[in-house]
């Protein structure tokens, strides 16, 4: 019989949504508790940190009868604040040496001596100018960038995690399978003999997961292109023979190659209106996002750019693309 939502507590799974203010999040988002061979759990992501999210995290472990000083490690699955960001207040009710897992590809994001975005902030502004981002919008779009990493607060000391490692629970052997894409250091879980895979936010049922404008250590340009890295890290996913995904955000689902079928054939319709837009002639990256979402709202912005960038370099990728530097922005053609 495949495996169903109903068969997770049996497995030692339970979910906890936790609310979030992000509408493009696609709901409310995930933490799960996983019983431990020896007792006790880990939990697998931490929801935000703030205090609605913090409150609705400790409903849940009430809910299902269990208490924070039960959690043994946190793993998380990638370096943003909704699927980190209440960590360090679990590590404090927990009252003990509570270890936070991450891949080192995200640890900059979540780790207290990583980068600050008030110090990346300059960097992201010099290159979205070059994307043709007017100088008006961009110290909003450093405005937004500031408001969403308040949501979180650093973890002193995050241990790492990566491809291949088994993280062992009482019924499951958890297999780590990075999967770069929606950030270069996303990690998923997978059970082969259940058929089992914790997708977090490389695969979600609904929505697309935002391919975000990623910056090497000291600003580097194409340091990481994540729709590229995305398309390959999901053709390994869909080669695997699964009965159930527990994503990031929303309930589990089956079916996981019909889903990824739609995402690309979703990604090949953007990119064929890419191709009309350019066919008018050359354009910035900001006036493609802007003929692919007219109706966006400001505080999207850096969403809409990162989606644009990141379907043209997929193209540029391809040879279906080129762009040339003109008086300072790129240009794409």
Not at 179 to 203: E, N, V
Not at 236 to 243: G, H, P, T, W
Not at 301 to 321: D, H, K, P, W
């Amino acid at each position: 019989m495949p495996l169903t939502e109903a068969d997770l507590a049996d497995l030692g799974v339970f979910r906890i949504p936790v609310p979030v203010p992000f509408v493009a999040a696609g709901g409310p988002v995930n933490a799960y508790l996983v019983e431990e061979p020896g007792g006790g759990f880990f939990l697998w992501d931490a929801g935000l940190g703030s205090p609605e999210a913090e409150a609705a995290l400790e409903a849940g472990f009430r809910r299902l009868g269990r208490r924070f000083q039960e959690v043994t490690r946190i793993v998380v699955s990638h370096g943003h604040v909704d699927h980190y960001g209440g960590a360090r207040t679990v590590q404090e009710k927990h009252g003990g040496a509570l270890p936070v897992y991450a891949h080192p590809d995200d640890t900059a994001k979540i780790a207290e001596d990583g980068w600050r975005w008030r110090d990346r902030k300059p960097l992201f502004a010099a290159y979205l100018a070059k994307l043709g981002v007017p100088a008006r919008e961009l110290a909003a779009i450093g405005k937004d960038g500031e408001r969403g990493f308040r949501l979180a607060r650093r973890i002193p000391a995050v241990r790492a995690i990566g491809e291949g490692e088994v993280v062992r629970a009482r019924h499951l052997d958890l297999r780590v399978m990075h999967m770069p894409g929606h950030t270069p250091g996303l990690i998923c879980l997978h059970d082969a003999r259940h058929r089992l895979f914790f997708s977090d936010d490389h695969l979600l049922e609904k929505i697309s997961p935002n391919p975000l404008i990623e910056l090497g250590p000291n600003g580097e340009e194409g340091f990481f292109k994540p729709l590229v890295a995305y398309l390959a890290s999901v053709a390994r996913m869909r080669a695997l023979e699964l009965d159930l995904v527990l994503p990031g955000h929303g309930p589990p689902f089956s079916g996981h190659r019909e889903v990824i079928d739609r995402l690309v054939s979703f990604y090949g319709k953007r990119q064929a209106r890419i191709r009309e837009v350019l066919l008018r002639g050359p354009a910035t990256c900001a006036a493609v996002a802007r003929a692919l979402f007219p109706s966006a709202r400001p505080g999207d912005a850096f969403l809409v750019l990162s989606e644009t960038i990141a379907n043209l370099e997929a193209m540029e990728a391809r040879g279906e693309v080129a762009r040339d530097l003109v008086d300072g922005i790129y240009r794409f053609r």
